[in-house]
């Protein structure tokens, strides 16, 4: 269980680079081209009123996402392939770069030291350091409980939060 999978540590190693480089390039193209259409539907006089789209538009005005909007305004191309560094951002980078209207190949020339960089640490230390934590975690029973309490915990946030949303929207 705690080992790398066979063709990961046995593999050729550029395989194994370009196809974490291609999943970053993947994800990070298509929630930038989310925020393209996000901004096509904040330029309508109306919000959309149900569907993808409406989802869509309520993501594109979340407070995280007026964040991720101001940093690149601020910081310009280099807060895009620093998200790629950090966990719990890069979504909204992205889309906020598609949201402001960057162009795709400026958006790609600044990704692609973020892609770089995702697929070195994931090809590299990536699932090692992701293999030790479950090995930690799962050699003690505390560590155990601690990762059912955390699972546990997960489903129940996200019971509550969907029962809350249809509470406030009845």
């Not at 480089?21 to 081209?33: D, H, K, N, W």
């Not at 699932?127 to 003690?140: K, L, P």
């Amino acid at each position: 269980m705690n080992e790398i999978p066979q063709f990961i540590a046995e593999g050729p190693f550029a395989l194994l680079f370009a196809f974490f480089m291609f999943g970053a390039f993947a994800r990070s193209s298509a929630t930038y081209a989310l925020g393209r259409y996000a901004n096509h539907l904040m330029l309508r006089p109306a919000p959309p009123t149900s569907g993808f789209p409406l989802r869509i538009w309520t993501w594109a005005n979340l407070p995280t996402t007026q964040r991720a909007m101001a940093t690149v305004r601020r910081r310009g191309w280099i807060a895009i392939p620093l998200a790629f560094l950090t966990v719990g951002v890069q979504s909204f980078v992205m889309l906020a770069a598609g949201i402001i209207g960057l162009s795709y190949p400026r958006f790609a020339l600044a990704a692609f030291p973020g892609w770089v960089a995702w697929a070195a640490i994931y090809s590299t230390i990536g699932f090692a350091v992701w293999n030790a934590a479950i090995a930690a975690a799962a050699g003690s029973p505390a560590g155990i409980a601690v990762m059912c309490a955390v699972i546990v915990g997960c489903g129940a946030y996200i019971v509550l939060k969907r029962r809350r949303k249809r509470r406030i929207s009845k």
